[in-house]
């Protein structure tokens, strides 16, 4: 199934989902039921319901707005968990969330969607009369709402708690819906957290399916996975401008899009591939980051040495060419940000990492104003500790042979006596060294989380030369990492 694009394509999508329940799965598990089933109980038989618009309706509703259950693992893995289970805060058991959306790298929650049969009804009150968003709040304040919604908004609240709890993440979208009607939560934390208001503006509600497709841009604004983890996908330069106004766009930095190819030869030794695309990081002064690539060119990383700076000549051509363009087009004319700068500069990197991770062995890396990870030269010249045999001599070689290949076990696109490696046993285990709670500030600004090495670019390159790496201006910084070369 293809990524949907638009709030047009989500119509078109949902329109078919929804004639397809109407027009062949509900008829056919009727069809079943009476067969199979003759006239069971009621209840009995609104519980079945509840299951089979999951699969028929809810499940197709959802991959319609890019919430996936289904993804290859080339495609990258699924942001979508049915029958997740957490720990409930309220009552210290295991409850299951019908459906709990992530943030992929991180299992992050970013929304609970909790699925109800289908005769389930829209709140109402015996008192007042307001609208039902309005209605909502108020039950979230405890009057008494119609039928069971007061359980299922108390429900609701020890399911964000409990998320809370485990991961110190509020998700960023509650759903509850009954295959017909649509109740989103905008901003949970008001809603469901100590000290909320339960703002009625914050609660957006669909009346049915009807209301859903009258008002198809507000779901997709609201609802899609990109629009909920905040973060737009990856551009082409023709759509920069319909994204962000050149007005408030105010740092642009190069970066890498890189593919770690891993092989296994069935008679001989297969070396590291090591794919790359340029990207172009831009910012928006309102917290925004976009990323624009120019796909199909992609470059590789080459095996044979002396055609490394050929290599990187290329993708130097390349970037300047993808910034030039991305300024043409938002009649700008920024130059590439600083690496050490962003690593300084707290929210916007905390929105961009240096270094993450966006598939199996794929990843997008900042490199700031340099167009590669890697540098022509070392940033300091002789060094001996490019070649395994000097440190051995000195007793400060990696353990417990050479590296003479290029590995895929460990890591190492380099090899002994390239200027791009290091046999430093020292530099070696410092960067292996797992950024923790308590080192953190000593390590200073780190892409990792607690227990994750403190080499940026760890998990596809484990020997490079700190001083052939574009992020050395910014690991030299850290006062626990101290290189033997001494400038």
């Not at 201006?473 to 290189?483: D, G, I, T």
């Amino acid at each position: 199934m293809s990524r949907v694009c638009n709030a047009d394509d989500f119509l078109l999508r949902f329109r078919g989902i929804r004639k397809a329940y109407k027009d062949l799965f509900a008829p056919r598990v009727a069809q079943i039921r009476e067969k199979y089933a003759g006239k069971p109980e009621e209840a009995l038989l609104d519980q079945s319901l509840e299951a089979h618009i999951r699969v028929y309706f809810v499940n197709a509703l959802l991959a319609s707005l890019n919430w996936r259950l289904d993804l290859h693992p080339e495609d990258g893995l699924p942001n979508l968990i049915p029958e997740a289970p957490v720990r409930s805060q309220q009552k210290s058991t295991i409850r299951f969330l019908d459906y709990l959306g992530l943030e992929r790298q991180t299992t992050n929650p970013l929304m609970i969607v909790e699925t109800k049969r289908p005769s389930a009804e829209l709140p109402r009150s015996r008192k007042l009369a307001a609208t039902y968003s309005e209605l909502v709040s108020r039950g979230l304040a405890g009057e008494p709402l119609n039928r069971e919604w007061n359980k299922w908004l108390r429900d609701l609240r020890d399911y964000v708690r409990s998320a809370y709890a485990r991961t110190q993440k509020v998700p960023n979208r509650v759903v509850i819906t009954n295959g017909d009607w649509l109740i989103v939560f905008l901003d949970p934390q008001d809603a469901f957290l100590e000290d909320g208001s339960a703002n009625p503006n914050r609660i957006l509600v669909f009346r049915d399916y009807t209301d859903i497709e009258n008002r198809f841009s507000e779901a997709f604004l609201y609802f899609e996975y990109q629009q909920v983890l905040g973060e737009a996908p990856a551009l082409t330069p023709g759509e920069l401008s319909f994204h962000v106004s050149p007005e408030v766009v105010d740092r642009i930095m190069h970066g890498l899009h890189l593919l770690y190819i891993e092989e296994r030869g069935i008679y001989k030794y297969s070396p590291p591939v090591i794919k790359v695309a340029p990207i172009v990081f831009v910012h928006s002064r309102y917290g925004g980051w976009f990323r624009v690539e120019a796909p199909p060119n992609t470059y590789d990383l080459p095996h044979d040495r002396d055609r490394l700076q050929q290599h990187l000549e290329e993708v130097q051509r390349a970037a300047k060419e993808l910034l030039d363009e991305v300024n043409r087009r938002l009649g700008t004319s920024l130059k590439a940000f600083p690496l050490y700068s962003h690593y300084d500069s707290g929210d916007e990197f905390e929105a961009l990492h240096g270094v993450a991770e966006c598939g199996e062995n794929e990843y997008l890396v900042v490199t700031g104003e340099t167009t590669h990870y890697l540098l022509p030269q070392p940033s300091i010249p002789n060094c001996s500790y490019h070649d395994w045999t000097a440190c051995s001599r000195a007793g400060i070689a990696l353990n417990p042979r050479p590296i003479l290949v290029r590995s895929t076990s460990p890591r190492s696109f380099f090899m002994s006596t390239e200027l791009h490696h290091c046999a430093h046993r020292d530099v070696s285990s410092a960067k292996a060294t797992p950024i923790t709670s308590a080192n953190r500030q000593r390590c200073g600004q780190r892409s990792g989380k607690d227990g994750q090495a403190f080499c940026e670019i760890w998990r596809f390159e484990r020997h490079l030369c700190c001083r052939t790496c574009a992020f050395e201006e910014v690991c030299a910084r850290a006062s626990v990492f101290q290189l033997p070369c001494r400038r």
